[in-house]
């Protein structure tokens, strides 16, 4: 059964806190990884605070270490400029996506 969680990121030491997420080194390997990720309809929702502490990526997937195993590959991991800080399963009470439109 295929489950959400909330995937908590955070900066690591490749982070420059001076500059956008599309300004961060390796921006282009970590995009195209995503893009790549996403396709397979795993990654559900994602992007980064606008405060620039981090990002929440929703992941449709078994189990926790599930999420922080497709994340070894990503280019941003691998060069510490984003990791994984917490997965957390989440359940939705509420979703607006699936009355959007309707009245």
């Known amino acids: 059964m ?3 969680f909330a995937a908590f990121l955070r900066p690591g030491s490749g982070w420059d806190p001076n500059k956008s997420a599309r300004e961060q080194p390796f921006w282009d390997e970590h995009a ?3 893009d790549a990720v996403f396709e397979t309809r795993v ?3 994602g992007g980064p605070f ?3 502490t ?3 990526v929703i992941v449709a997937a078994e189990n926790a270490e599930q999420v ?3 994340y070894r590959d990503d280019p941003w991991t691998k060069e510490d400029v984003l990791l994984v ?3 957390k399963e989440w359940t939705i009470f509420l979703d607006g996506r699936m009355s ?3 009245k």
Do not use: C, K, N
């Open 2 to 4: 295929t489950t959400l």
């Open 32 to 34: 195209q990884f995503m």
């Open 43 to 45: 990654i559900i929702l």
């Open 50 to 52: 606008a405060d620039g």
């Open 54 to 56: 981090g990002s929440l």
């Open 68 to 70: 922080r195993e497709m």
């Open 85 to 87: 800080h917490e997965v």
């Open 100 to 102: 959007a439109g309707r």
